[in-house]
């Protein structure tokens, strides 16, 4: 399939609307890299939010295996992509990624979509040879907070990875605006951390103060947030897609995207 065989601004138009709109910052899609087609060799990755968000990327090689594959956007490691700063109490972050291994000896735990450093929140993949038992080969969407311990609240998926296979991700934190919500093991009045992998959905109450990340930080696809000479370039993978929102997807606007993803990515 070639996006040029057909009318590009309709199917940009199309694409974005099919997602959830109301909030949404950055949505980034390998398809139309390019802003309305797709390049395989442009180091500016084009926002399709309409907010000219656009994302730099660094350290690709755009050969074979470091750069644009297919609709994908491939790292071996060393690379990342660049975003603003989306310094926000309440957010959402999503992701559709596909991952080379699941046990890497270099990068037991990946920052994979974040702004994790001393604060903020990111979508973080825990290798199999990861420290923390609890969370090895599973995805975690993990967030600072602001009380006496600058303690990290973390919701755990528990679907175990596997390599090579796609998986839509997805963390919300804030307000869900909504009086109460019941999930199959948790139960929350308005605000809530959640994190959907492929649909399933796991969250806890968020009671506590989100805490902004330190300065100088921005958002990062594929390392930590200290873009630039000493950014901790680590994730191995494929990312197709990337969408932030600057408020809480509840669980129902969660659904719908990953439904979106589901069709699109062939996702089992």
């Known amino acids: 399939y070639n996006p040029k065989d057909e009318n590009p601004d309709s199917n940009t138009g199309s694409l ?23 390049s395989n060799s442009t180091n500016v990755w084009k926002d399709l939010s309409g907010n000219g968000n656009n994302a730099v990327l660094s350290g690709f090689d755009f050969n074979d295996e470091s ?4 609709n994908g956007l491939h790292f071996t490691g060393k690379e990342y992509v660049a975003l603003k700063d989306f310094n926000t109490s309440q957010m959402t972050i999503e992701m559709v990624v596909k991952f080379d291994s699941i046990s890497d000896v270099e990068t037991p735990s ?9 604060g903020a929140a990111g979508l973080i993949f825990n290798q199999l040879n990861a420290s923390d038992i609890a969370k090895r080969g599973k995805f975690s969407f993990d967030v600072y907070t602001s009380n006496e311990e600058n303690e990290i609240s973390s919701v755990v998926a528990p679907t175990i990875v596997q390599s090579n296979k ?3 991700v997805s963390g919300s934190v804030g307000t869900m605006s909504l009086e109460q919500q019941e999930g199959d093991d948790f139960a929350y009045e308005t605000n809530a951390q959640l994190l959907s992998v492929n649909g399933e959905i796991d969250g806890i109450p968020f009671n506590d103060t989100y805490k902004a990340p330190a300065s100088g930080s921005t958002f990062v696809i594929g390392g930590n947030p200290l873009a630039g000479a000493g950014a901790n370039t680590q994730f191995k ?19 719908q995207n990953y439904e979106i993803d589901k069709q699109k990515y062939n996702i089992e």
């Open 110 to 118: 990946q920052s994979v979509l974040s702004c994790i450093n001393n």
């Open 237 to 255: 993978g494929t990312i197709y897609c990337i969408r932030i929102y600057n408020r809480a997807l509840t669980e129902e606007e969660i659904k």
């Open 67 to 70: 750069g644009w594959i297919y």
């Open 16 to 38: 974005v609307n099919s997602y959830i709109t109301s909030g949404l910052v950055l949505l980034l899609n390998g398809e139309y890299n390019d802003g309305t087609s797709h």
């Open 166 to 168: 796609i998986y839509s």
